[in-house]
């Protein structure tokens, strides 16, 4: 599995920063990327991160406020949350790009109070 951090309780506009490391035995195939599940919601796609290019993808909800990049050395992988808004709550979840089914972690809980 896959353990992302950093998650948190915030106010609407604050910023966090959350950190997802992937161990020398990951199967990383193109990448990995960013998942949210939101209460009563689908998990569904925020970001991810070419490891040939570097090349990033960001979901239309979150372009301009978040940004996804990754630390080559520790096989690591960030997401910068700016400019959070109450729909930003939900569980984050970090994977590999496809996700495989059994590297989904618990996720981190961030929660964007308005």
């Known amino acids: 599995q896959l353990q992302a951090s950093g998650g948190g309780l915030v106010q609407a506009g604050d910023s966090l920063r959350l950190s997802c490391r992937a161990s020398?035995?990951?199967?990383?195939?193109?990448?990995m990327g960013w998942f949210r599940q939101a209460p009563g919601k689908e998990r569904e796609f925020v970001a991810n991160i070419d490891w040939s290019n570097d090349r990033t993808r960001h979901a239309d909800s979150v372009k301009g406020r978040f940004t996804i990049s990754r630390d080559n050395a520790k096989n690591t992988i960030f997401l910068q949350l700016n400019s959070l808004k109450a729909e930003d709550t939900g569980v984050y979840y970090c994977n590999t790009v496809p996700p495989i089914n059994t590297y989904w972690g618990q996720g981190t809980q961030v929660t964007v109070s308005s």
């Open positions: 020398g035995s990951t199967p990383i195939k193109y990448g």
